[in-house]
């Protein structure tokens, strides 16, 4: 089990998080600057923490208290990079066998030869990385670090490069290699689809801390504040007030649109009546609806994009005030529903698919 809790200050910068991996793979979704590969460098031993302590099955890595800094060499802890950061004038086999060329000859060319199988490459051990493609190279990164049986396994957008079917294909194998190796990985990615696929979990960094962390349905269906929202795509926010609440059926005041909507919530509880608050909705989550009634809105049909699985729909909300909403809708299934660009419709929003959060 991977234990952190610590904090550093770069410049105007300060990352300040706790968070555990148990024999899972975590993912950490953020925007760029939010923290995420700092925090991959102070787990490694490549960056230092100012205060706070790093625990990995137990052994202390790193305590700003016991004064206690850890090398990376002596952390055991496997490190895949974004832009593979092989050996050039090494092999396939040479860079495999890198972290481990101290051990008998014998079992170093056993175990290249088995991580050269398990990554599908077990012909390019001779060739040199400018010799085999991205994918390929990728593969040969991935095998480099679990040659020496890292604890831990830190892995920073390493398919990032690649093109949809190499990314797909190693989506899949790495989570079989965690499977096989039950270890701690740390997955850090830009990608909501792709974190949500590999990970049981996900931790949603904003500016240095984590705003969320939890099983990636709740991430997903009940976040916590408006960054985790737009960062797991719901774009279709409106700013209320709640005017009543019964049982988990919360009900908020847009003004802009002069109507309540009614939203469906579990946590319900952690509101009050005139609570000041954010609500959204995914974009596949708005339907069409064929007459006016609770939780429909009238809008204008301004733009409809043809896409490969949906049609996306912009559409602005009528309203008599200077702030106006425009939502985006994904059409998929509503085709015989689907009105023309400029004329006006009414849009459905589900109680059971908004989300609701204090502003």
Do not use: W
Not at 68 to 81: D, E, H, K, P, Y
């Amino acid at each position: 089990m991977l234990e952190v809790e610590i904090k550093k200050a770069v410049g105007n910068f300060y990352l300040d998080l706790k968070l555990s991996v148990n024999r899972e793979i975590l993912s950490i979704l953020g925007p760029s600057g939010s923290g995420k590969t700092m925090t991959l460098l102070c787990i490694a031993g490549l960056m230092r923490p100012d205060t706070g302590y790093i625990k990995l099955n137990g052994k202390v890595l790193y305590d700003s208290k016991e004064k206690i800094f850890l090398s990376a060499r002596q952390r055991n802890i496997g490190f895949v990079f974004q832009n593979f950061a092989l050996f050039p004038h090494l092999t396939v086999n040479e860079n495999i066998a890198y972290g481990i060329k101290d051990q008998p000859k014998d079992i170093v060319t056993s175990k290249v030869q088995e991580l050269l199988k398990l990554m599908h490459i077990p012909s390019l051990g001779s060739r040199y990385p400018r010799e085999i493609s991205s994918g390929q190279q990728q593969r040969v990164a991935l095998a480099r670090a679990i040659a020496p049986s890292p604890d831990a396994l830190l892995l920073d957008e390493p398919f990032s490069a690649l093109d949809t079917p190499q990314r797909e294909r190693l989506e899949y194998e790495l989570v079989g290699i965690q499977e096989l190796y039950n270890k701690d990985f740390l997955f850090v990615t830009h990608d909501l689809t792709q974190g949500y696929k590999l990970s049981t979990r996900l931790a949603v960094f904003d500016a240095g801390r984590i705003a969320q962390c939890d099983y990636k349905k709740n991430v997903v269906n009940r976040p916590l504040s408006q960054a985790v929202a737009k960062l797991t795509g719901i774009k279709n926010l409106m700013e209320g007030y709640i005017t009543n609440i019964e049982g988990n059926n919360i009900h908020v005041l847009v003004p802009e649109l002069d109507k309540p909507l009614h939203i469906f919530s579990a946590n319900s509880g952690h509101f009050t009546v005139s609570d000041q608050v954010t609500i959204g909705i995914r974009p596949e989550y708005v339907q069409i609806a064929e007459n006016e009634g609770e939780n429909t809105i009238c809008c204008d049909a301004r733009q409809l994009i043809d896409g490969v699985s949906c049609v996306r729909g912009r559409f602005n909300a009528a309203s008599d005030t200077e702030r106006k909403y425009n939502f985006e809708v994904d059409l998929q299934g509503q085709v015989k529903n689907q009105p023309a660009e400029g004329c006006m419709c009414m849009l459905y929003f589900p109680p059971e698919k908004l989300v609701v959060f204090n502003r």
